[in-house]
């Protein structure tokens, strides 16, 4: 039996062996996830595949992909991960189960293939945590401790972390297929895409333009979430956008504590090109490139599918801001236009920022709970902003306001203390806590406590 992945032409991945972990123990596994598919391997399996101790797997692929990245075009690759198994869950749905840190393959280029324990644990608690607060994500199932050393800042533990994902398509796959200049692979691919995720627009009159309005919508859903909880993903490059909607390549991400449009953690993003604000933005731009790679299957006279490809972008801006504002009117209890709300949404976030205040406990504030960074009142302008809000009906809030979020320093410190010394106690307790973000805290909740101060120099890195 072949992987699903590998009816594709062959351009579209290679061979790959996962490297041998003799040593390796299980760090963290995701047994609530596991058992929503059928299929699955136990844990003890999961162990022997990454030990090497078995060899029933059907096949292992690194998948090749291309990318935008900082706006730059580069040719791609799992360089560091292998597509080892697709499990289906109860609904039958695929599901990728991918090794990330698992060793070299050909598209390594210059690295080495592995991952820090630190870094896929980051991304343990970052998934998770963003799939408990209702929003679209590759899954964490298991982080594994390999039980050896690389080369990092000094010699740092390796991880290995198994990754579910609806699908490892990208944006920077549609650009590897259109690099291939053979329409007919490009064709393999959207109608493998439009199967495996969009199988109603195959009986479209466009189904490719139609593909290009699903994956358009999908991620204006998925960037209008991230905006709500402040998530920032940091890496916003075409390899990073998923074709299925979902949050994924857990780098550089964070959450922002004090309202700034312009919160940037990468230490690499020095012109800020991924800031919150720019979110929006940037997906728009990585959507023009999906639009790119389909054109030649959009239409085969290359004027008119770049004028409807046009067409579908430049909606772009509308619905973003359709969505946005009445998710942010929902966050604030009124329900609002983005004619009627805009300006009064706008004039709040002006009152956040010029009072820096917390973006999470500013909305809880509005709420009535009790939480502390929230200075909105210094502002001369909040009471009359408060005012007006009474010219808008009112709604749910619903789960619309988190209470707990991964803040930075609390996912340094849970990491610093299960890396350094083996707390591994505090992980879990934190992990536990963050599977119930809309849950009121209680008087021993240290979770949500924090100090605005240590963010001015928090920094995230890529690829560590
Ligand atoms: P990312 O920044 O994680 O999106 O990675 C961008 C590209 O670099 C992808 O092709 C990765 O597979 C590759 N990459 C990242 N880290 C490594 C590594 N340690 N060894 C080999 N390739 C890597
Ligand atoms: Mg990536």
Redesign the pocket.
């Known amino acids: 039996m072949k992987l699903n992945y590998s009816q594709l032409p062959s351009d579209f991945y290679s061979e790959a062996s996962p490297l041998k972990f003799e040593k390796a123990q299980f760090v963290f596994w995701n047994e609530g996830f596991a058992s929503a598919f059928q299929n699955r391997f136990s844990s003890e399996e999961f162990l022997s595949m990454v030990r090497g101790e078995n060899s029933w797997l059907k096949e292992t692929l ?1 998948m090749a ?1 291309a ?1 935008h ?1 900082f706006g730059h075009f ?1 040719i ?6 292998a597509l080892v198994d697709e499990w289906k869950n109860a609904e039958g749905n695929l599901f990728d189960v991918h090794l990330k ?1 698992s060793g ?2 050909i ?9 820090t324990l630190k870094a896929m644990l980051r991304e343990a608690i970052m998934s998770e945590a963003i799939h408990a607060l209702g929003i679209r994500t590759t899954r964490t199932l298991a982080v594994v401790d390999t039980g050896d050393f ?1 080369h990092r800042n000094g010699m740092e533990k390796g991880g290995v972390l198994v990754r579910m994902a609806s699908s490892h398509l990208r944006v920077g796959t549609f650009e590897y297929a259109l690099l291939q200049d053979d329409v007919k692979k490009l064709k393999a691919l959207a109608d493998y895409t439009i199967t495996r995720h969009y199988p109603h627009c195959a009986s479209t009159e466009n189904p490719y333009l139609n593909l290009l309005k699903e994956v358009v919508h999908v991620q204006i859903e998925l960037i209008v979430e991230w905006m709500r909880v402040g998530f920032i993903h940091g ?1 916003m ?1 075409t ?2 956008m998923s074709i299925a909607g979902e949050t994924i ?1 857990y ?2 991400c964070a959450f922002m504590n004090v309202y700034d449009p312009k919160t940037c953690f990468s230490s690499i993003d020095t012109a800020k090109r991924y800031a919150f604000a720019s979110q929006p933005g940037i997906a728009q731009w990585n959507l023009w490139v999906f639009a790119n790679s389909l054109m030649p299957l959009i239409h085969e006279n290359g004027k008119v599918a770049k004028d409807m490809s046009i067409e579908v972008i430049d909606a772009f801006p509308t619905q973003f801001g359709n969505s946005y504002y009445s998710m942010m009117g929902r966050k604030l209890g009124v329900e609002i236009s983005i004619q009627e709300g805009r300006e009064w949404v706008e004039e709040f976030l002006e009152i956040m920022e010029e009072t820096n205040s917390d973006y999470t406990n500013s909305f809880l504030f509005l709420e009535g709970k009790e939480v502390s960074e929230v200075y909105l009142s210094t502002s001369p302008r909040f009471e009359n902003w408060l005012s007006r809000k009474d010219t808008f009906p009112e709604v749910e809030i619903g789960n619309s306001n988190p209470i707990v979020i991964p803040r930075n320093e609390w996912v340094d410190r849970v990491l610093n203390e299960a890396i350094e010394n083996d707390n591994w106690k505090l992980f879990n307790e934190y992990q536990e806590r963050l599977q119930r973000p809309y849950e009121s805290q209680s008087v021993e909740d240290v979770f949500s406590t924090f100090n605005p101060k240590n963010d001015l120099s928090f920094k995230t890195f ?3």
């Open positions: 690194a992909y990318g990245q580069n791609l690759g799992d360089g560091r991960a840190g070299d393959t598209y390594s280029r210059r690295g080495d293939g592995r991952a690389i890496v490059n390899d990073n390549d780098g550089p890529c690829g560590t």
